[in-house]
């Protein structure tokens, strides 16, 4: 046994930080064998059924449903701060077309930070500013940047509509068909929070050194932007659009396995059976094909989670929530790169609720490492390296 290997053992190192509590949380609960999600302890399909995005949000923030009254007081506020100031959009007129919106979403959720007073992490009055005026410009941001990319001005936020109908007609100029607009509505309330995943992690440890939120937000926009996290999303519907047909199928996921290949939308640190939010996504993919006529690579995809479920299924490889998303959304029209900040507008709702978890209770973060490296090695001259 190495050196390195023995104090490996010794401090029990477990690559990713599988299994390891990061922090105490009463917010989101899952049972990855069961397959459950709850928020605050509601399961997530009640709230999919009865719920609304900004309601989930409210109760993942402040642990409690909102009384009617607390409800219609948090919605007038959001409403009434989707705007973004013109110094962002003109900082935005410089984004590169061709960059990824959700680089865009990070630089403006940062930049957001310019503009609002710091610090006063300790005044309920300050938080609740912060989450109105994230929850309420994320979107605004994303449409924004959709519209600029294409040469076009953004459309202003529309006061009478909804949050979600709101975001899609931003997106559209388009106000949107009612069962459009719910069903964009769940998908938010889905995505909000997930215990203690990578760009909530990120988001924690940020929110641990008192920075302000818009940095918490911005930190957890890079963390989700990878493909192993919410990038999977996009990577699916390029992954269904390669493989074609439903005879492609069987011998596509043949090829991955054998050359260890990972199947994008498929597998979960904690879910070892399909995840509830797959089965959501999947019900209201088929109501929408029903509305608005089925997708091209609807069949593909079951006939995938099917063979995946056949030669994965004893590794706990099931289809996660990045797997019917796609579908759905490229049934609203959003293009493929927006999927992921779609995700980030969500998951704003779970890093808000964490951040001001995290300041109730604050300790920074700062883990260990096993040193790996040599001791007391000599400085070469550069001539003689
Ligand atoms: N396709 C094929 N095989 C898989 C897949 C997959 N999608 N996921 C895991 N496996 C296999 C691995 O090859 C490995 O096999 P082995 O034990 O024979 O070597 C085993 O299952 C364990 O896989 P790990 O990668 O070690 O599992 P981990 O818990 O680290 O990873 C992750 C989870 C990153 C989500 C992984 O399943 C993956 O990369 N999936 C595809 C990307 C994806 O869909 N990401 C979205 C996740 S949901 C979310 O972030 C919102």
């Excluded at 959700?102 to 503009?115: R, Y």
Aim: charged share 25%; aromatic share 10%; hydrophobic share 40%.
């Amino acid at each position: 046994m190495t050196v390195a290997s023995e104090i490996k053992a010794t401090f029990e190192f477990k690559p990713g930080l599988e299994g390891v509590p990061a922090t105490m949380s009463s917010i989101s609960f899952v049972d990855g064998q069961k397959g459950i999600l709850e928020y605050r302890g509601i399961p997530i399909q009640e709230l999919a059924e009865k719920s609304t995005f900004l309601e989930t949000c409210y109760l993942l923030i402040w642990g409690e449903l909102p009384t009617k009254q607390e409800l219609e007081a948090f919605e007038h506020e959001i409403r009434y701060h989707r705007r973004i100031k013109y110094r962002i959009r003109d900082m935005m007129k410089c984004f590169p077309e061709s960059g990824h919106p959700m680089d865009a979403l990070q630089a403006c959720a940062a930049a957001l930070g310019l503009f609002y007073s710091r610090r006063a992490l300790d005044d309920p009055a300050y938080i609740r500013a912060a989450v109105v005026r994230l929850l309420a410009k994320i979107p605004t941001m994303v449409a924004a940047f959709q519209m600029m990319r294409k040469g076009n001005d953004p459309i202003q936020p529309r006061d009478d509509l909804d949050y979600s109908a709101n975001f899609l007609y931003m997106l559209t100029e388009q106000e949107p068909d009612p069962l459009a607009a719910r069903v964009f509505d769940i998908c938010l309330m889905l995505h909000a929070e997930h215990t203690m995943n990578a760009s909530t992690f990120s988001a924690r440890v940020t929110a641990s050194t008192l920075t302000d939120p818009y940095a918490v937000v911005a930190s957890a926009v890079g963390t989700l932007a990878g493909p192993l996290h919410g990038g999977a999303n996009e990577e699916v519907m390029t992954m269904l659009a390669e493989i074609g047909t439903v005879e492609n199928v069987r011998p596509y996921v043949e090829h991955c396995i054998q050359n260890k290949k990972k199947i994008m939308g498929f597998g979960h640190r904690v879910y070892k059976v399909k995840d509830p939010r797959a089965t959501i996504l999947q019900n209201l993919a088929e109501k929408l094909f029903e509305k608005f006529g089925r997708d091209k690579y609807y069949d593909v995809a079951v006939e995938l989670e099917k063979v995946v479920a056949e030669k994965l299924g004893h590794k706990g490889i099931y289809a996660n929530v990045d797997f019917y998303s796609g579908l759905v959304y490229r049934k609203l029209g959003i293009p493929d790169d927006l999927f992921t900040p779609i995700f980030a507008i969500a998951r704003v709702g779970g890093w808000l609720a964490h951040w001001k978890e995290q300041l109730a209770e604050n300790r920074i973060y700062r883990p260990t490492q096993i040193y790996t490296g040599s001791h007391q090695a000599p400085y070469v001259p550069i001539e003689e390296r």
